[in-house]
């Protein structure tokens, strides 16, 4: 314990600086003997260094492009590249650029020029560095890089500044529902009891935004938004706040003690919403309510948006509350 202390106390020493000004170097005999330059070993390690640091950006480049053929097999022979280079140089300093010297007896446990001693053999192994600050700022270079590749892929996560794009949707007022064949949505077609899954005309439906349901409720049970359910209808998103998964069941009352009324159902983690609330959670671990698209009926009969969603759309993540939805 007390040689790691020592370590410990010499590599702060390295980083930090001493308190106290050492004695002067000629004063001090040596205790590593002088290595001899190795400009060839150098040039290797500079040759990996780089190799290393194009690999390492390579990585960030086809993680980035995210449409090359077998992107997964480069990404891993880029990453893998990059830290078997670096390794390879770290060995090739290690036996070719570090003078060792091998100890007959070991140091005094007590001695008070230990500390000054451990910092001395640091700084005398690495003799036979000819080109030391390139040495470190090329090796800086690739460990950056490849700390850099690391970091990449938390791009996925979603983006960091850009976040408008999280709150923007195809619906707007006036656009139509139409079904799947791009037929409109009338409104006598809405029946009760019944599922319907729409999407905006002339939009990218495969948009997280553009898929809702609508179902329809006799008009006296509607509670919470009235004026967005014309003759009882109502539509909200059909992406669940929980995880992002389809709301796919629609939920009818068979036994009025546990099933008082009907509700939309996220069969991936049974989240329930009550349409006739505006979407309030009344099972499972949405952590809140599901968009609710107000409507209106135009005069052909079919039902239109009048607006954008009461909240954003998809899962739930940090902040997201703060912002509202974006035509």
């Known amino acids: ?126 003799s036979r560095f000819t080109r030391k600050r390139l040495v470190t700022v090329v090796g800086a270079g690739a460990l950056g890089t490849i700390g850099a590749a690391l970091l990449a892929p938390a791009a996925s996560l979603g983006p960091l500044l850009h976040t408008g794009e999280l709150y923007r949707t195809t619906w707007r007022r006036g656009r139509r529902l139409v079904d799947e064949g791009g037929t409109p949505f009338s409104a006598d077609a809405i029946e009760e009891g019944t599922f319907y899954t729409a999407y905006p005309e002339g939009a990218d439906r495969e948009l997280v935004g553009s898929p809702i349901v609508v179902v329809r409720l006799p008009p006296a049970e509607i509670r919470d938004r009235k004026d967005w359910a014309p003759r009882g209808i109502v539509a909200y998103s059909k992406i669940c706040t929980h995880a992002g998964c389809a709301v796919a069941l629609y939920r009818k009352p068979t036994f009025a003690a546990v099933q008082p009324r009907p509700a939309l159902v996220c069969p991936c983690h049974y989240s329930t919403f009550d349409p006739a609330a505006g979407g309030a959670v009344l099972f499972g671990p949405a952590g809140r309510p599901l968009p609710q698209l107000p409507l209106e009926i135009d005069r052909a009969g079919n039902l239109r948006a009048s607006g954008t969603f009461s909240g954003p759309v998809g899962p739930s993540w940090w902040g997201v509350r703060m912002g509202k939805a974006r035509s």
């Open 1 to 126: 314990m007390t040689k790691l202390r020592d370590w410990l106390i010499a590599a702060g020493v390295l980083l930090l600086g001493r308190g106290s000004p050492p004695a002067p170097r000629e004063s001090r005999p040596r205790i590593v003997a002088p290595g001899e330059p190795d400009r060839r070993a150098e040039n290797i390690v500079l040759f990996l260094f780089v190799l290393a640091t194009i690999a390492a950006a390579a990585f960030i480049a086809v993680y980035a492009l995210d449409r090359l053929s077998h992107q997964t097999q480069w990404l891993g022979l880029a990453i893998g590249g990059a830290f078997a280079l670096l390794a390879l140089a770290g060995t090739v300093i290690a036996h070719r650029l570090v003078v060792t010297e091998e100890l007959v007896e070991p140091y005094p446990e007590d001695s008070p020029d230990a500390q000054d001693e451990i910092v001395q053999i640091v700084e005398e192994s690495g």
